[in-house]
Nanobody, 124 residues
Framework: QVRLEESGGGLVQAGGSLRLSCAAS????????MAWFRQVPGREREFVAV????????YYGESVKGRFTISRDNPKNTMSLQMNILKPEDTAVYYC?????????????????WGQGTQVTVSS
């Protein structure tokens, strides 16, 4: 079993920054990609960013390109999301997800493990 725990959410003013972290523990696979998704009530879970096992491949959702940066530290089994120039429309619950293997994906069903989520609220 793999456990994912997010941290770093909170309330920030528009234009500000936040850094989210995700720690993986338990029986982590030998190789895995990690991603961030977000969700607001009544809407589908939205892809935010993904990073491959090596860290060499990253993809971002269109709405966050140029503002968010995903990174990972494999020896520590952690992943981070640096969020800059935050907008009110970035308000959501942010989820960390893990997919076994080297292939990256941008859709929720492709991920086997999920964290509980952390709330990010951006005030205007």
């Amino acid at each position: 079993q793999v456990r994912l725990e997010e941290s770093g959410g909170g309330l920030v003013q528009a234009g500000g920054s936040l850094r989210l972290s995700c720690a993986a523990s338990g029986r982590t696979p030998s190789r895995y990609s990690m991603a961030w998704f977000r969700q607001v009530p009544g809407r589908e879970r939205e892809f935010v960013a993904v990073i491959s096992w090596s860290g060499e491949t990253t993809y971002y959702g269109e709405s966050v390109k140029g503002r968010f940066t995903i990174s990972r530290d494999n020896p520590k089994n952690t992943m981070s999301l640096q969020m800059n120039i935050l907008k009110p429309e970035d308000t959501a619950v942010y989820y960390c997800a893990l997919r076994q293997g080297s292939v990256v994906a941008q859709t929720p069903p492709m991920y086997e493990y999920w964290g509980q989520g952390t709330q990010v609220t951006v005030s205007s």
